[in-house]
T-cell receptor
Framework: QKEVEQNSGPLSVPEGAIASLNCTYSDRVSQSFFWYRQYSGKSPELIMSIYSNGDKEDGRFTAQLNKASQYVSLLIRDSQPSDSATYLCAVLDTGRRALTFGSGTRLQVQP | GAVVSQHPSRVICKSGTSVKIECRSLDFQATTMFWYRQFPKQSLMLMATSNEGSKATYEQGVEKDKFLINHASLTLSTLTVTSAHPEDSSFYIC????????????????FGPGTRLTVL
């Protein structure tokens, strides 16, 4: 059973702070990783993907991947109340071409 | 780019009726489409994967005769919930991944806005 683990939260940070969201996965051969944001009652929207070890930055978001530790994280700089949502980590099952999602971390940014 | 639409966004039906949900990729060719179900406060659960022109692959525990999936073209997939019952009430979400030829990664899934089904 391939698993993706996330802390369910809620993770509460003050406005302007850095929010750090973490995810671990069990399938050592995984190569493609994604972060999605889901607002309550809405469908997930893609924030970013990462395929190589290291950091990938896109605006206020930075994804970090460490394949040796089977760990992927998302940093949100200058957090805004509008960032309050559930963040889903997803790992691509190469064989099935399907995503396995973590249960999501709920982020609350306090004004 | 990478826009996926779903229709209807919300449907309420009586128990025993069938409901069809459409999923369209509007600006790219979706070689693979995925159907998910999400219950309140839970994560997305993959129901099935469909490739254009072939039969869908269902996840374990998903009844293929109850959840009929058709992926007849590179831009349209449909999910039909047959003889719906209250326990089928959920948020159904489709996603699509592209062929890669138009700049869209074959790995990345783009999600539709979802369909909220309520069965009375």
């Amino acid at each position: 059973q391939k698993e993706v683990e996330q802390n369910s939260g809620p993770l509460s940070v003050p406005e302007g702070a850095i929010a750090s969201l973490n995810c671990t996965y069990s399938d050592r051969v995984s190569q493609s990783f994604f972060w999605y944001r889901q607002y309550s009652g809405k469908s997930p929207e893609l924030i970013m993907s990462i395929y190589s070890n290291g950091d990938k930055e896109d605006g206020r978001f930075t994804a970090q991947l460490n394949k040796a530790s089977q760990y992927v994280s998302l940093l949100i700089r200058d957090s805004q109340p509008s960032d309050s949502a559930t963040y889903l980590c997803a790992v691509l099952d190469t064989g099935r071409r399907a995503l396995t999602f973590g249960s999501g971390t709920r982020l609350q940014v306090q004004p | 780019g990478a826009v996926v639409s779903q229709h209807p966004s919300r449907v309420i039906c009586k128990s025993g009726t069938s409901v069809k949900i459409e999923c369209r990729s509007l600006d790219f060719q979706a070689t693979t489409m995925f159907w998910y179900r999400q219950f309140p406060k839970q994560s997305l659960m993959l129901m099935a994967t469909s490739n254009e022109g072939s039969k869908a692959t269902y996840e374990q525990g998903v009844e293929k005769d109850k959840f009929l999936i058709n992926h007849a073209s590179l831009t349209l997939s449909t999910l039909t919930v047959t003889s719906a019952h209250p326990e089928d009430s959920s948020f159904y979400i489709c996603s699509a991944s592209g062929s890669g030829g138009q700049g869209y990664s074959t790995d990345t899934q783009y999600f539709g806005p979802g369909t909220r089904l309520t069965v009375l």
